[in-house]
């Protein structure tokens, strides 16, 4: 079965110089559910099934339960290489996987440095410095990128900021798919909470851009998160809003599959954040005996979109 995951990354996304993660080797593999009875993934593998009961009620999960998830990410975060990303694509079986950069931590140039024929890149802005946008961004595309990352909170620009909507306009000539973060969530602890910008995950800021770029497909990350209902209420009319179904439970898969069709869900697991074999099962699960769906999902809407 043929599988395109649309939102994964390689590299430390949240400190400079990230990219240096991703050709190194012997990095111990923090899978969320390693075989073997170890403390630590059983506490992990908690935590994602809370996580997913949470998104179902669409409700925010404890604190405790918060913050475990943001050090039980930043722990795969570390140990985001190339080598691990292909253990996990060979234990799970998925095909191809989009890589997504997070200038300045990690860039397009970082990606392109992973030696595995099944990374589709992307790229992203880097909105730290002044160079030429147009002529990097068409020359990333020459290169291959099939698409574009932003990351509000993390990169601590507004979905309504003028530098992103420049960017966005930019990039739209090459009708390629731009990807965000969706809803508010945490990635820092302690004092370094400074470096991000949960807010800027917010639903209405995302309606908002989509709805001013007509021309260009968005794909909404993670399909809101928590926000996953109000993303239902207010993206799934626009015809260019498109979600991924990371961290989504079956029910709530099907219910995004009936209010933005088969056509406007792509599977995805964020990598390493998520777990793969984990989020096929929820297609699965979701899709039930519907085979042609779960083609739809799996790889088909993918492709049509990245133009494969």
């Not at 099944?118 to 595309?141: C, H, N, S, W």
């Not at 964020?270 to 777990?275: A, E, F, I, T, V």
Request: glycine share 8%; with cysteine.
């Amino acid at each position: 079965m043929t599988i395109i995951d649309i939102h994964s990354h390689l590299g430390d996304i949240l400190y400079h110089c990230g990219g240096n993660v991703i050709c190194k080797e012997g990095l111990p593999d923090r899978n969320l559910f390693d075989t073997g009875f170890k403390l630590r993934n059983l506490i992990d593998a908690g935590f994602y099934a809370a996580l997913i009961y949470y998104q179902h009620k669409g409700e925010q999960p404890p604190h405790l339960i918060r913050e475990w998830g943001t050090y039980s990410n930043r722990q795969r975060n570390f140990v985001a290489s190339v080598e691990n990303m292909a253990k996990s694509l060979d234990a799970s079986g998925v095909t191809q996987t989009c890589c997504l950069p997070i200038p300045p931590y990690v860039t397009f140039e970082d990606i392109q440095k992973a030696d595995d024929q099944r990374i589709i890149p992307f790229t992203g802005i880097d909105f730290t410095k002044e160079y030429d946008l147009e002529g990097t961004l068409a020359k990333q595309v020459q290169e291959g990128a099939k698409g574009m990352k932003l990351h509000p909170i993390v990169q601590k620009v507004a979905l309504s900021d003028r530098r992103l909507r420049e960017a966005v306009e930019i990039f739209s000539v090459h009708n390629l798919p731009i990807l965000f973060h969706s809803g508010v969530t945490s990635y820092y602890h302690g004092k370094e909470k400074e470096k991000q910008e949960p807010r800027n995950g917010n639903i209405p800021e995302a309606e908002r851009l989509i709805r001013d770029f007509p021309n260009v497909n968005f794909i909404v990350g993670h399909a809101g998160g928590i926000e996953v209902g109000e993303v239902i209420s207010r993206l799934s009319t626009y015809e260019n809003a498109y979600v991924d179904t990371s961290f989504q439970s079956p029910e709530r898969i099907h219910q995004l599959v009936n209010a933005f069709g088969s056509e406007r869900v792509l599977f995805a697991s964020d990598w390493p954040y998520g777990d793969r074999k984990m989020s096929i099962k929820m297609i699965k699960l979701a899709c039930k005996e519907e085979n042609r769906l779960r083609e739809k999902i799996f790889y088909r809407n993918a492709a049509t979109l990245l133009g494969l």
